[in-house]
Each structure stands twice: as C-alpha cells, then as structure tokens.
C-alpha cells in the first residue's frame, strides 16, 4: 500500500464510523422502544415471558429483567430460600440476611465503579430440555466488602479537608455579548461589534479590538455560536467540540493560572465554556453561556449585566467579600467556604472522607427523580395537565447534613438496636444497603430507586410484590415506612450513618435570604427592566445553591484533549472519542476522583435524598395539611421531573413563596394524548405554562 492508498483508506474508515455512531443511536432507539412495548404487554394479566421473549428476539431471562412479576414461577423469588424478613415497623435485619460482597467488590477500588450501573451479562440459553437459569432481576450496586477491608473504608482522606480561606477572590472584567445581534454591554457603555462568521476566533478578534485592555469573561446572552455548524455534525457535542478547538492565531487553550486550576476548554451540549490565553502574554479569558446561570427570554445585554449587578449587591449584603466566579456553581462553593466557623467545634474544618466512599457514594446515590409514567398505569386520554414545581426546592432541606467520622452499621448491628434506636438511624443522617418488597395490594407510584437496565440509571419499582437490592438515604426509608398508604418492606443490609450537623444551614440561610429579597424587588419594582433584572438575580440564586450542592458531589474527573487528524494512533488507549472533524480529534479520559477539599458527596446525597421524599410527600405544619404524589389518587401522577410534578388533576396545596412549596407553573385541558416520550412531555408542559400564563391574563 502506498502513502495515497493509505490516506484514502483512513478517509473511508472515518466515513464507515460516523455511519456507526449513527447507527448504534438509531438502534438505541429502537431499543428503548422494544423495551416500553415490553413493559406495555407486562400489564396483560396473562402476558408470559415465555410468549413474549421470541416476539423481541431476547432472552427470558431479558425479559424478566425488564419486569421481574413476569418471572416463571419456578424461578420467583418468593420460592427461592429467603432469609426472615422482619415486619415493615421495626425495619429490622437479621445477621443473615448481610448478602456476601460480589466478586466485584473484593477491595477499596471497586468503589470507584460508574454512577451508572452496567447490566450484567446475559446468562447463556439452557437447552431446551431443561430449565433457564434463574435471572438476574437487576443490575448491580457495589457493596462494601465484608470484614476489615471494608471497615477500612470509615475514614477520611488523609491531610484533606475544607477549610475557611485566607484570601479574597479577585473579580474579573466581564461583558455581555449578544452574538445574534451583535450589541457588546461593557459596564455602561453599549457597542455594536462586526462578528463575521461568530467564531471564536471572530469573537475574541471583536471584543478586543473594541475594548484593547482588561476583559477576562465574555458572557454570551444570546445567538449560541458554538451551534453554527451543526448541520455538519451527527451529534450537538461534536459541533460544540468543534467550534472550542478551532485554531486562533495568537491564542492557544488555557491551561490555568495561580489559585484558578479550571483549565482546558469545557465540551457541553448546551453551556460550553472555553478557556483560551494570548501567546506570550498573562492575559486570560473565558467565553461562558450566561444559560449556567438562568434561562433568557429574549432579554438583551443590559438587562442581562443589570442582572449581575444586583446579584452581586445582595450578596455583598451577607458576604462583604462575595465576587462572582465563572459559574454558579463555583460561586456556591466559594461562598460556602467564607462559612465555614473560625472558632467551635468545627473550626479546623470539614474532612473529606475516604476515596472508597466517596467512590460508593458517587455510584450510589442518585439525584434528581426524572420520571414518566405511561399507559396503562395512566390514562390513554388525560383529562388535563397540571404542573406543580418546587419553590427553591434543596434550600428547604440543608438545615441538617451529616458531619463526623462515618460509622458502619452492618445488619447484625441493626438488628440489635431497639425498634426506637431503628427508626432515629433512619431519620438521622444515613446511606443504606437494603432489600426492598413492593407490598401485594400496592397500587400507587414507586417509593425508592433502583438500579434499572438499559439506558437509563435508577427506576421506581411499583409492580406489587416486586423485590429488589439497592441503596437509599435516610429520608427516603423512613418515608417508604411511614407513607400514608402502606408501609413497605425493608431489611437493613448495611449502613452509613454519620451524626447530624448544621455545615451548609448558615450558607443555605444567607442564599435563602438573598432569594427572597430579590424575588420582593421583581415583584415590587416600578421600572420593568429592573423588575426583570431582579427575577434573573432571584433566579442565579437559585442556580448558586442548587450547583454548589450538585458540585459537592465531586464526580470522577474526566480530562479532554485534542490530537491532530493524521496521528489517531497519539489518541490515548483509554480515551472516549467525542468529537472530530477534518483537523481535530477531541477525546476524554477519566482519571478518578482529584484531591479536592470540598469533596463532601455525603451533603449531597443528603439533600437529593430528602428532595425525592418530598415529592411524594411534604407536611405543611402551619397548614395541618400535607402535599405530595403520594397525597393524590392512584393513576393520577404523569412524571417527575426533578422538583417537580404533573397530575391529571389540581390540587389545593399551600404555597406561601417559601422554599418547598408546591407552586402551579402550568395547566392545560384536554383531553389530551398521555405522553411516551420526554419530548411529548415537555411539549404538554410548555403549552401548559403558556395556557395559565394566558388565562391569568384574562
């Protein structure tokens, strides 16, 4: 072969994988859509595995994993040997019913596994005289290893902990750009830039030739230039990948700077950053999406920086050295560091717990409930829409987290605590391995996640009496308890259980404060675009708490790089590719979890714990009155979508703009077609908002 027949062939190879990468989306696809038409035919009283396993071309065993009740019944559960399962009041656990760590899970490492469960493989087919080997139900959670290794795990990183800094971030010189328009807003000046072909080369040629000196963050409001090219690229990613790492004459990536070790351009379908620094210069500066922050409605430059100015003017209010940092989520943290107590019990900080931990926890404990409940557990035909979203939702539930060395609570020892001792475990500040049974006569949603196969990280098994291994916080057991309906089953595997402290009450109390102050401005103020400006600000805030909770998770790092077109080989052997075109190929790598001092997953997986009950059920004492899924009719509930909820019907709920409160964001009539899909879902909730926006108008 010569060097002409080899560039030729490279060229044809690229083609065949971009038609790849097309094709296993579009099987995907068709995957997911095999797998609902499953579930859909699981809800005929007579339907068998058996029967419906050929129609898909899977498994029994497949199809049994995607709904467990159509399991033959010389392979349930209930026939296997089970251990004593104590009554749901006691939440008891014997010794025995401990499961042996899997192969797996034989050291600290495994703790490092994915958030995201892999399925596990598909047994091999019996003949046909004889029996299937049982199925799998579900995918696997990792479990703490039994003995001293996993003890092991109860400990923090060595030498690592969050501590109050000694230093004042310094503010850096923004403007706000609207690419569409071309209108740049630097302080108070308005100019009107030539952006060619708005990219980034064209951008940073325009903004400093407008403004020679100072500018280090270029906020975008508007015209998404980093979407430019999408019609030349099969994925969104691609084209954002794209549009970074184009070439800049006389500039090159960022690759960061004193105390800022945020370096390297940030890939993101939607809110890209890019990071990019002069040649032989200090000179440093971001193009961001003002979309981290909050959503626009057409709003112009002015409005947006207005907006900023008044954020940072009530933040100043709590924090006299509060400076806006690139996003929210690390202005949240910053901020939530200038709490931390100079003096008390905790004075020397916060320690960051064990690698292994932090691992289970990532892989663990999931956030936000995202849900869509279709027919025939609803209606073919809604009778209406209603959406009920959570005021300022996680705010309602920082005043306790956990604090302290972690203690491990095995099933032997929870066994032995007094029914009392049982139930204060599981309403303080907890993580806990537990087998769950949907009881018999359970017609409502599902209570508690559990590892789901496919696509798609955690399920809300409903199905009565459905068992199922998985991990669940605190807030979420005991409501699974106490739900006013039926008291599910629960056996207490193995634990986490902290004490309870106050670490985010003071930071959550000052954001909570600035919220409200700022939701009293855009409701009160005369001037429209001030008023405006204030809802924005009220809305950061929102963003501020909600990301710098989301940040203390601390998710595995992940490194992008770029390696020119012709040396594929340089591509790093354990590199994900994420996107290429004729000069580039733009890849990631995981390389585990950074010595970060703010690493604090156990906060986290606290509050999204306690979010989720919430969503099903909150009690309202000045109401005497409660609200939540659970508190309407069975068939009743269409999603979950993080704060929020969409019924078939209305309900009144209290809402007295305090954080937690179930608000109406959207009510539409129908009778409507049930949605299957997000998109449909979306769509009915967009119209919705619109409809009630209109019918308050009237």
């Known amino acids: 072969m010569d060097a002409q027949s080899y560039s030729t062939a490279l060229a044809d190879l690229r083609t065949l994988r971009d038609q790849i990468k097309k094709t296993r989306a579009a099987l995907a696809k068709q995957e997911a859509d095999r797998d609902k038409q ?184 508007a015209g998404d230039p980093w979407h430019r090219d999408t019609d030349r690229y099969p994925y969104l990613r691609d084209a954002v990948a794209a549009w970074l790492n184009a070439p800049i004459p006389g500039w090159r990536t960022d690759t960061g700077r004193g105390r800022d070790r945020m370096a390297g351009h940030f890939v993101h379908a939607r809110n890209p950053v890019g990071r990019y620094q002069r040649d032989n210069s200090d000179h440093h500066v971001e193009i961001r999406s003002v979309g981290e922050w909050f959503d626009l409605d057409g709003d112009n430059p002015h409005t947006v920086r207005d907006a900023f100015v008044l954020l940072w003017q009530a933040l100043r209010r709590h924090w006299d050295d509060a400076v806006l940092m690139g996003s929210p989520s690390q202005t949240g943290r910053d901020l939530w560091t200038r709490t931390i107590p100079t003096r008390g019990q ?109 696509d798609r990280a955690w399920h809300y098994p409903a199905t009565p009496g459905t068992t199922f291994t998985t991990w669940a916080g605190g807030p979420e057991i005991h409501t699974a308890l106490t739900n006013p309906i039926q008291p599910w089953k629960i056996e207490i595997l193995d634990g986490i259980l902290w004490e309870d402290g106050k670490p985010l009450d003071d930071w959550a109390k000052k954001l909570k404060e600035t919220w409200t102050n700022l939701s009293a401005q855009a409701h009160f103020h005369g001037n429209a675009q001030q008023a405006r400006a204030a809802h924005l600000a009220s809305r950061a805030v929102r963003s501020i708490l909600l990301y710098g909770i989301g940040s203390f998770a601390q998710r595995p790092r992940m490194v992008t790089g770029t390696t020119p077109r012709p040396l594929e080989r340089d591509v790093p052997a354990n590199a994900e590719i994420i996107g290429f075109d004729d000069q580039l190929i733009t890849w990631q790598k995981p390389t585990g979890f950074a010595r970060d001092p703010n690493a604090h997953p156990e906060w986290a997986a606290a509050i999204w714990s306690a979010a989720r009950a919430a969503l099903l059920t909150q009690r309202h004492r000045d109401d005497n009155t409660y609200a939540g899924a659970l508190h309407t009719p069975p068939g009743t509930v269409i999603a979950f979508r993080t704060d929020a909820l969409y019924l078939t019907q209305p309900h009144d709920w209290p809402h007295h703009h305090q954080p937690g409160d179930y608000l109406l964001r959207g009510h539409l009539d129908g009778p409507l077609t049930a949605p299957t899909t997000e998109e449909e879902l979306l769509t009915l909730r967009d119209a919705g908002r619109a409809a009630l926006v209109t019918g308050q108008e009237a």
Not at 387 to 393: G, I, L, M, P, S
């Open 346 to 454: 905790h004075a020397e900080g916060f320690p960051v717990l064990s690698e292994e931990l932090r691992g289970l926890l990532h892989a663990t404990a999931g956030q936000g409930r995202n849900e869509l409940i279709t027919p025939p557990r609803v209606p073919e035909q809604l009778p209406q829409l209603v959406e009920y979203d959570r005021t300022f939702a996680y705010a309602k539930h920082t005043w306790k987290s956990p604090v302290g060395t972690p203690r491990r609570i095995t099933a032997h020892t929870f066994a032995a605590w007094s029914e009392t001792e049982q139930m204060r475990a599981l309403y303080g500040c907890g993580h806990w391995q537990i087998r769950v049974t949907v009881p018999d006569t359970w017609n409502h949603v599902g209570l508690l996640p559990a590892p789901a196969p496919g």
């Open 38 to 221: 499953i579930i859909q035919l699981a809800s005929y009283d007579k339907a068998k595995a058996e029967r419906i396993a050929p129609a898909a071309g899977l498994g029994v065993a497949d199809v049994v994993s995607l709904v467990p009740a159509l399991a033959p019944d010389s392979l349930t559960v209930d026939n296997a040997p089970q251990p004593q399962r104590l009554e749901p009041s006691a939440a008891q656990a014997t010794a025995e019913s401990a499961p042996p760590p899997p192969q797996h899970a034989t050291g600290p490492a495994t703790a490092t596994a994915s958030a995201r469960p892999a399925p596990p493989p598909a047994p091999a087919e019996a003949p046909a005289t004889e029996p299937p080997a049982a199925p799998q139900a579900q995918p696997s959670l990792p479990s703490i290893p039994a003995g001293t290794s996993g003890d092991a795990w109860f400990s923090h990183a060595s030498g690592l902990a969050s501590t109050r800094p000694h230093f004042t971030q310094q503010a850096r010189s923004t403007v706000f750009l609207d690419t569409t328009t071309g209108i740049l807003v630097h302080r108070d000046q308005t100019h009107h830039l030539d952006l060619a072909s708005r990219s980034a080369a064209d951008i940073l040629t325009a903004v400093f030739h407008t403004i020679p000196d100072g500018v280090e963050r270029i906020y975008i409001t």
